[in-house]
């Protein structure tokens, strides 16, 4: 199973900007999920396997970018604007075998390497 590795996390105030990572290895697609306390895990952004192809949930567009640098094995996240509802645990994951976007969005979850999770607290 491959390790995957967040960091970036943190408390920042609301309209502030944070920028998470994760470390992985292997060129598949990859992605973020969050879950705030109380609520259902949900799914922010995913990325193909070579960086060109990007999907995000509504409530991220436009304030939230994904990238990958292959070369260092990276995924990253950053996040502008940040809003209180924002609040969650971060989880990096990435597919076993797919390529594209729609291997993490439409993903059953067993079929997902998963990391830890970052927490991501923003204030009001």
């Known amino acids: 199973q491959v390790q995957l590795a967040e960091s970036g996390g943190g408390l920042v105030q609301a309209g502030g900007s944070l920028r998470l990572a994760c470390a992985s290895a292997g060129l598949t697609s990859m992605g973020w999920f969050r879950q705030a306390p109380g609520k259902e895990r949900e799914f922010v952004a995913a990325?193909?396997?070579?960086?060109?192809?990007?999907y995000y949930t509504d409530s991220v567009k436009g304030r939230f970018t994904i990238s990958r640098d292959n070369a260092k094995n990276t995924m990253y996240l950053q996040m502008n604007s940040l809003r209180p509802e924002d609040t969650a645990v971060y989880y990096c994951v990435a597919s076993r075998t797919g390529q594209s976007t729609g291997d993490i969005v439409q993903a059953p979850p067993a079929n997902l390497n998963w990391g830890l999770g970052t927490q991501v607290t923003v204030s009001s």
């Open positions: 990325i193909n396997w070579s960086g060109h192809s990007t």
